[in-house]
């Protein structure tokens, strides 16, 4: 018997039950007739004699007196189950209809709703789908299940919401106003039903898919379900992992309308989100998926759910240095991006339990491909292919060709989210692998292979990658992978480079990176030049925390920054390069020179101030546009989130010096809002917001020309305080649910 059909037989024999109560009401069997009453004898006397004495009282009143109408039966238990379906895949890749499941929704969040809106009672779906909810007796209600798997204590959130604006905003409103902030969440729900006077009641909640055999033709309302089930699976391998962990919240971002437009830009707010894609920003991160059934839809892509989940997972609990971009499991890429974007893959495959990483592109094609293959085109540590093929052939039990190793997903959880995360280096299959040789010592020989079978020196490696020799046949451009960067020394040659043509952006050979190590504390100048013509920019990495200098100067780009002793990356690379179509093969001298002490500012409670005197020109400073500067630490200043911080100062250059312009840059843990500089009095005036308390600063940097005798005097102030949090325009007012009718309630 189908569940609608045993449904609907349920639903009569309750009504029955139900009806007309305890007695009456249309009996068919013929009433019984008494038998006649009998003759006494001998007959009674008519007038008895004496009277009896004491006259006996009348019938006692029972006590307590029965209710002849008891209230009905309350509360009135309401259960059922919750499913979605399931849409699988050919072994192509393609959506296949035809082998549809009932799957159930679990871990969701189950209301009774009142007529009125109000909340009645309120449970998280069992892992088989089922809920049990207490409404009361005689009360119109409905019964919805909301796709978003939220522990009462808090140690995991993830939600299933429509990024897409009823009346879409242009792309820079709708970042204006954080998109999402305030996005309605998918539900599924019955109609109202009253809950009567039954001590029990069924009703079955199904997320039907729309497919009709050839088309969508109804509410596609399985697929934000699909989403979650996926989220909820990458809950389940990651608590697997410590059971304590506490999942950062997520909100996955899908809409029928999320279409794979390229050439606009990315407009959330509008459906315009070029790819589906793990987007952070601001210490945050959200997952957008494409949703348009005519060009590309990838709700029921689970293997492209969960790589975008092991994005997440990167940001918010590891770390990735990642700069994005276009990739493909046969391109030669920038190690942060290959490192990354194996990850995914094979973390799809660990989520899934399904080693075939399956796409489909439209309704009826796809692609696959093999996350456990050896076998790779280009292999090496620039390619993804290769990284999630020693990534997963790490966690697998099964052992093929050069694959003897089995740890399951806890060691490399406690690799990725403790030394990787801390790594000097920036983050890349150099890094992963040389820690967890150190952490499983016996077996790095096994490990070894997996790692020579793509093509890298394994015995060897370190963070540094300074034993590999695996140059993509471009010695010159791909090798050393970090150049050395001495502090006072000569200067290093590094080339922006484009390896095969239509490469730009994180290509590998377009960014070089380069070690520079620092024996003690103090500024440093960074510096790279090249020919007219040229855009050099510069970004340091300090464990993971990245410092820009960007400007578009002709042939020069210079930044100081305060540092503290230890390993640094410096990345180069030509601006021209990341856009398509490149400038080409740029070739920079890089140089780290010491730099000017212009103070530092740890302000506390009130208003601080500090001066420094810059009366002589620093021995070896660059001819060119030096840029003097000041960390400003607002660390400690508040503990809001949100609270707003101004800085005010002056400055006074010495004769024949002229301060040409004063820029603010945003720190770590602050963003800035505005930056005013007054050339006739040298007061200059920044203000903005703290993001992140514990580690919020501001860069002030200072250009001056002129004979370069320096800035005599820098006076610094702040004045950062518990100011109320940002107040931001709310998206758009919204009954905070999109709802879909079940396609099954009984």
């Known amino acids: 018997m189908s569940g609608m059909r045993a449904g609907v037989v349920l639903a009569i024999v309750l009504a029955l039950s139900a009806c007309g109560g305890g007695g009456g009401g249309g009996g068919a069997a013929p009433a019984a007739v008494p038998p006649p009453a009998p003759v006494p004898d001998p007959p009674p006397d008519p007038d008895p004699d004496p009277v009896p004495d004491p006259t006996p009282d009348p019938d006692p009143v029972p006590d307590p007196t029965p209710d002849p109408d008891p209230d009905p039966v309350s509360p009135i238990t309401v259960s059922g189950v919750a499913t979605y ?3 699988p895949h050919t072994g192509s890749g393609a959506l296949f209809f035809d082998g549809v499941t009932r799957q159930p929704i679990a871990g969701a969040t189950v209301q009774a709703l009142a007529e009125s809106g109000a909340l009645i009672d309120e449970v998280r779906s069992g892992a088989d ?17 909301r796709a978003e798997l939220r522990d009462p204590d808090g140690q995991w959130d993830f939600v299933v919401v429509d990024n897409v604006e009823a009346s879409p905003r242009a792309e820079s409103e709708c970042w204006a106003v954080e998109n999402t902030r305030s996005k309605p969440v998918y539900a599924v729900e019955t109609g109202f039903f009253d809950s009567g006077n039954e001590a029990a009641l069924v009703r079955d909640l199904h997320a039907a898919s729309g497919w009709d055999g050839t088309r969508y033709s109804g509410d596609r309302a399985a697929a934000p379900f699909a989403v979650l089930a996926v989220a909820d699976s990458t809950r389940e391998l ?8 506490i999942l950062p919240s997520l909100k996955l971002n899908w809409s029928e ?13 509008s459906g315009e989100i070029a790819t589906s894609a793990y987007v952070s920003s601001g210490g945050s991160g959200q997952i957008y998926l494409l949703g348009d059934d005519a060009s590309d839809a990838d709700e029921f892509d689970y293997h492209v759910i969960a790589h975008e989940l092991g994005h997440y997972y990167e940001d918010r609990l590891a770390r990735s240095d990642s700069p994005g971009g276009a990739h493909s499991i046969f391109d030669r890429l920038d190690l942060r991006l290959a490192f990354s974007e194996g990850w995914g893959n ?41 990284v999630h093929s020693i990534l997963y052939d790490l966690f697998d039990t099964g052992a093929d060709g050069v694959d003897s190793v089995a740890l399951g997903f806890t060691p490399l959880h406690e690799i990725l989210t ?27 020989a096994n490990i070894d292979q997996l790692v020579a079978a793509q093509d890298m020196v394994a015995e060897t490696m370190d963070e540094w990658a300074s034993t590999e020799t695996n140059d993509a046949g471009r010695a010159d451009d791909v090798l050393p992978v970090y150049h050395a960067l001495p502090l006072d020394g000569p200067a290093a040659q590094v080339c922006s480079a484009i390896l095969s043509p239509g490469d730009f952006y994180s290509k590998l050979g377009i960014r070089q990176y380069l070690r520079l190590t620092l024996g003690s504390d103090g500024p440093v100048v960074i510096s790279a030049s090249g020919e007219s013509g040229t855009d050099p920019d510069i970004v340091l990495y300090d464990a993971g925390f990245r410092r820009f200098s960007e400007s578009a100067d002709d042939g020069f780009e210079s930044a100081t920054w305060d540092l503290e002793a230890g390993d640094y990356v410096v990345e180069v690379y030509e601006w021209g390069n990341l856009t398509s179509p490149p400038k080409g093969r740029t070739c920079f001298e890089v140089t780290a020179r010491p730099g000017l002490a212009l103070g530092n500012l740890g302000p506390g409670d009130g208003t601080d101030s500090q001066a420094s005197d810059l009366k002589t020109r620093q021995p070896g400073l660059p001819t060119g546009k030096p840029r003097p500067s000041v960390q400003i630490s607002l660390a400690g200043a508040t503990e809001t989130r949100g609270a707003r911080f101004a800085l005010r100062g002056r400055l006074s250059a010495g004769a024949g010096t002229e301060v040409l312009e004063v820029k603010a840059r945003s720190g770590r843990g602050t963003r800035v809002d505005s930056m005013d500089y007054a050339a006739d009095t040298g007061v200059f005036a920044v203000e903005g917001w703290i993001d992140n308390p514990a580690h919020a600063r501001v860069g002030i940097e200072v250009e001056y020309g002129g004979d370069f005798r320096g800035i005599r005097r820098w006076t610094l102030s702040a004045t950062p305080s518990g100011l109320p949090p940002l107040r931001r325009k709310p998206v758009r007012t919204h009954a905070g649910v999109r709802a879909f009718r079940s396609s099954m309630s009984r």
């Open 129 to 145: 789908g089922e809920f049990s909810l207490s409404v009361p007796a005689s009360t119109r209600l409905r019964i919805r299940v």
């Open 418 to 444: 403790g030394p990787q995360r801390a790594t000097r280096s920036v983050t890349s299959v150099f890094s992963f692998v040389s820690a967890l040789k150190a952490s499983q010592s016996a077996l790095s």
């Open 238 to 245: 990651l608590l697997s992992a410590d059971p304590n962990l």
């Open 257 to 269: 309308d999320n279409v794979p437009a390229a050439d606009s830009g990315f407009n959330p707010c």
């Open 85 to 87: 379906d399931r849409v």
């Open 346 to 386: 094979a973390f799809s495959a660990m989520v899934t339990g399904d080693a075939v990483y399956k796409d489909s592109q439209g309704v009826i094609s796809g692609f696959s491909f093999d996350v456990d293959r050896n076998s790779v085109l280009n292999a090496g540590w620039y390619n993804e292919s290769s």
